[in-house]
């Protein structure tokens, strides 16, 4: 469809669009240079004939247009003429000037990474930790992340359902300065396969087991009849123990940061969801969109938030 359409605009459509604006502009002109007098004349007393047209009982007195009306207009089509001449509007030319919305957006980056480049290469050379203690740079590092990470964490950085909360201690694949530049480098793919083979028998013993991991069991007896399901399906990924594997981004079960929750949602129902549906969760890569010094400097702020006092 884009090939279609791009052939076409370099013929038919692109003369279309051409005719379309300069008639549009030509009978503008026509409307305005038609009306700009009148051949009604004023009689005696210097009254004018009204054109019939009243509102509110306000009558229309055919006049011509005021002179600095009429050549304000004729400014207009003077610069809307001369700016079709240097920037792009008709059709696929391109202007004397040669402008693109893409080429400036080029040269402005341009411009930014020349001025600001050598700060971001004077973070690049301080350790994430101590970066994380320069309030300078977590004031830049913060304007990034809001940027770029906000919309999925949150401006707070708290997260929300399916996004982890990056102000507390509940990391999928570690906390340290390498792990959390390595995330946000080259991205997360988290899969939690969906377990409805189990049957339901099964998913809800395996439930209370869950709970019971972080002490919130309501069924001990469904509780130990799901150990056995829990050491078959699920210790190979979260560990015997449940406390999970930082490695494959598995959860760690025994603590209350639960990723998908909803607000107000019964932490065994979100369970159940689990377990019947699997989870796919991706985090994108950001080197490429943001580079590996400002990747840097927002690791730094990750860290910061949660390593505060």
Not at 77 to 95: D, K, Q
């Amino acid at each position: 469809m884009n090939n279609l359409w791009g052939d076409s605009l370099s013929g038919f459509w692109s003369t279309w669009i051409i005719v379309i604006t300069l008639g549009t502009i030509a009978i503008s002109a026509w409307m305005l240079f038609a009306n700009r007098k009148t051949d009604k004349t004023p009689d005696a007393e210097g009254n004018v004939e009204t054109t019939g047209h009243a509102a509110d009982e306000i009558e229309e007195y055919d006049n011509p247009l005021p002179r600095w009306w009429f050549q304000l207009y004729v400014c207009t089509v003077i610069f809307a003429l001369g700016y079709l001449v240097l920037y792009p509007g008709l059709g696929n030319y391109a202007g004397v000037l040669g402008w693109t919305q893409e080429g400036q957006w080029e040269q402005e980056v341009a411009q930014a990474e020349e001025r600001y480049a050598p700060i971001f290469e004077q973070y690049q050379q301080v350790p994430v930790p101590e970066l994380a203690q320069d309030g300078e740079a977590m004031q830049v590092a913060e304007r990034i992340f809001l940027n770029n990470c906000a919309i999925c964490h949150g401006s707070n950085a708290q997260g929300g359902y399916g996004f982890p909360n990056l102000t507390d201690d509940a990391w999928l694949y570690g906390g340290a300065p390498e792990n959390i530049v390595q995330t946000i480098t080259n991205g997360r793919n988290g899969l939690m396969p969906s377990w409805q083979q189990l049957g339901e028998e099964n998913i809800a013993n395996l439930t209370q087991h869950v709970l019971s991991l972080s002490g919130q069991a309501e069924d001990a007896e469904r509780a130990e009849q799901g150990a056995a399901v829990f050491a078959s399906v699920c210790a190979a990924c979260h560990s015997p123990d449940g406390t999970g594997n930082q490695a494959l981004g598995a959860p760690n079960l025994t603590d209350d940061a639960w990723l998908y929750r909803q607000p107000g949602q019964p932490l065994d129902e979100a369970i159940r969801q689990t377990l019947r549906n699997g989870r796919n969760g991706h985090m994108p890569a950001q080197a490429a969109y943001i580079g590996e010094d400002k990747v840097h400097l927002v690791a730094a702020y990750v860290y910061s938030l949660s390593h505060q006092e």
